[in-house]
């Protein structure tokens, strides 16, 4: 892939060059440093809006097909990271002096209803359920209903109501984070628009977005820091209260990153390191802080340790694993008659 020279080689490489900024943006994100909170900006809807540019209808495919399909490449890793973290907490808790009933009574509620109830070394879970109910959600739409228009309608709809929420019933639980996806459907539906329209990969238009978008962030982050704008985001916890800018400034974060990636796909010194984090993202997102938490039983942590520790762990592991029988199925959810030639 690397050495392809086709459109559509280098779209997938560009996207998994900003996959592996995404990820590791995450994971810098919960490194505990003083400036990861910058991270939480733009870090969740870039996966969202990565995600609906990836998407494409397919009308001979069913919607339980899909659905199927779905369940396979989302929620069968989910399943399978969860119970392999919650036996290993276990364990710990076990070694720890508790009784099995004290952990399960404990767990039982988070590990049944997801979302924002887990935390500690599940919290990155929240993802995983919210965007395959966006993806059916999002899928059902263009199936049903092919005008643009009353497409782009109905996603607003949702935007206003999750902001709604977000303001006045923000101590609202929804499982498994079913109603972040109202929130997230904008980044979804903006990623597929954005792939539709070819917007962000005109050459005409690259150094155009690119300069733009860079200036914009450089003075949102300059404004915020002289405290002259006030702004936050946390997706898990329904925190995108500030009407507008929750979508304007995680839109230029993305904007930018798509267009540093189309650079970065360019330099071999970076991007095979890059695609090899990008093909890795769903793994370093459910291990990183499993990795963190285990590593930090024996050296202390700081930002930078976390970081290396929150990479290379569970790419270690996604090397691993796909060697194990139903590996890739269980822990990448990939199809179990996938050829191995697309692995690398």
């Not at 810098?28 to 400036?35: C, F, I, P, T």
């Not at 999750?162 to 609202?172: G, K, N």
């Not at 995108?240 to 990153?257: Q, S, V």
């Not at 024996?298 to 590996?327: A, E, N």
């Amino acid at each position: 892939m690397e050495t392809a020279k086709s459109p559509k080689m280098e779209r997938v490489v560009w996207v998994d060059v900003l996959k592996g900024l995404g990820i590791m943006a995450v994971v810098w994100g919960h490194s505990g440093s003083k400036n990861a909170f910058y991270m939480f900006w733009f870090h969740m809807p870039l996966f969202f809006f990565i995600s609906g540019y990836l998407y494409r209808l397919n009308s001979q495919q069913t919607e339980l097909s899909y659905i199927k399909r779905k369940v396979n490449h989302l929620l069968v890793p989910y399943a399978y990271y969860l119970m392999l973290l919650a036996l290993g907490m276990f364990s710990v808790s076990l070694w720890r002096g508790q009784s099995a009933a004290y952990f399960w009574s404990a767990n039982w509620k988070a590990f049944l209803l997801g979302g924002s109830l887990l935390e500690g070394v599940y919290a990155t879970f929240w993802f995983t359920t919210c965007l395959f109910f966006v993806q059916i959600g999002y899928d059902f739409l263009c199936r049903k209903i092919p005008s643009g228009f009353y497409k782009g309608l109905i996603v607003l709809v949702a935007f206003l109501i999750a902001y709604w929420q977000s303001r006045y019933l923000p101590e609202s639980f929804v499982p498994w984070n079913m109603d972040v996806g109202l929130y997230a459907l904008v980044f979804y539906a903006g990623g597929h628009f954005c792939k539709q329209t070819k917007l962000l990969d005109k050459p005409s238009s690259r150094k155009i977005v690119l300069g733009v978008s860079f200036i914009l962030f450089i003075g949102f982050i300059h404004l915020y820091s002289r405290q002259i704008l006030d702004y936050g985001l946390d997706m898990k916890h329904r925190q995108y209260y500030y009407f507008g800018l929750n979508l304007i400034l995680p839109l230029i974060f993305t904007f930018f990153l798509v267009q540093l990636s189309l650079i970065l796909s360019k330099w071999q010194v970076f991007n095979k390191t890059l695609i090899r984090i990008g093909r890795a993202a769903m793994v370093i997102m459910y291990l990183h802080i499993p990795s963190v938490y285990i590593v930090r039983q024996i050296i202390p942590m700081t930002p930078v340790r976390f970081f290396v520790v929150g990479i290379l762990c569970p790419l270690l592991f996604y090397m691993v694993i796909q060697s194990f029988p139903y590996g890739r199925f269980l822990a990448l959810g990939e199809p179990m008659n996938k050829g191995r030639e697309h692995s690398a």
